[in-house]
């Protein structure tokens, strides 16, 4: 799971406890202005098909977490719980997305969403 705070006009992303080992990260930091997108969306996780791992984990059903590649896009990822899933679509940054697990979906779009420069 990953933990999300927003300061400063960056979006902060702490991999929380064994996921750090299995995600080989502890922490992303991405400017606000980077997000163009950011959604709840379970079925996503739930997609037999993640990609190449480069470097992660991956154990069908239980975790997926790491750097994948798919479709010429990276992808960070954290989940083990479908069911709290968000993806962050990025623009101009090491990664394309973000699709990781949080705690409350609902909550954390809402927030991001709210903190999100206004679209040109």
Known sequence: MVEISIADETLHLEVQGWDKLWALKSRLT???????????????????????????????????????????????WDVRRPENTIVLELADDRYDQLIVEVDDPQRVVGEIKAALPPQQ
């Open 30 to 76: 991405i400017p606000l202005a980077r997000v163009r997108s950011v959604r709840a969306d379970p079925e996503v996780a739930r997609d037999w098909w993640h990609g190449i791992r480069a470097p992660g984990t991956e154990l069908p059903g239980v975790i997926t977490a790491g750097t994948f590649y798919q479709q010429g896009q990276r992808i960070f």
